[in-house]
Nanobody, 124 residues
Framework: QVQLVESGGGLVQAGGSLRLSCAASGRTISLYCMGWFRQAPGKEREFVAAITQNGGATYFADSVKGRFTISRDNAKNTVYLQMDGLKFEDTAIYFC?????????????????WGQGTQVTVSS
């Protein structure tokens, strides 16, 4: 079992930055591909970013490419999402998730463990 706890959300003006953290416990995250997803009000949850077990590859949704960065520190059992150039449409609850597979990293059903989410609100 892996427990995931997100933090770092909040209210920020458009154009600003936030850094989300996802702290894991229970097992080492070095075994898992880690992803970030988000769910905006009235919309389905969608893929944001993912990083492979050793950090060798990263993946981003087109909507955040060039603005968001995903990284991980396996020694600290933590994954990060650096969000720059935030836009109003980035407003959502952001979820961290862990997958034992490196395949289909954009697919939610590949992820076994999920955090409770952290709210990000971008004011225009």
């Amino acid at each position: 079992q892996v427990q995931l706890v997100e933090s770092g959300g909040g209210l920020v003006q458009a154009g600003g930055s936030l850094r989300l953290s996802c702290a894991a416990s229970g097992r080492t995250i070095s075994l898992y591909c880690m992803g970030w997803f988000r769910q905006a009000p009235g919309k389905e949850r969608e893929f944001v970013a993912a990083i492979t077990q050793n950090g060798g590859a990263t993946y981003f949704a087109d909507s955040v490419k060039g603005r968001f960065t995903i990284s991980r520190d396996n020694a600290k059992n933590t994954v990060y999402l650096q969000m720059d150039g935030l836009k109003f449409e980035d407003t959502a609850i952001y979820f961290c998730a862990a997958s034992p597979s490196m395949a289909l990293v954009r697919k939610q059903d590949q992820y076994y463990y999920w955090g409770q989410g952290t709210q990000v609100t971008v004011s225009s």
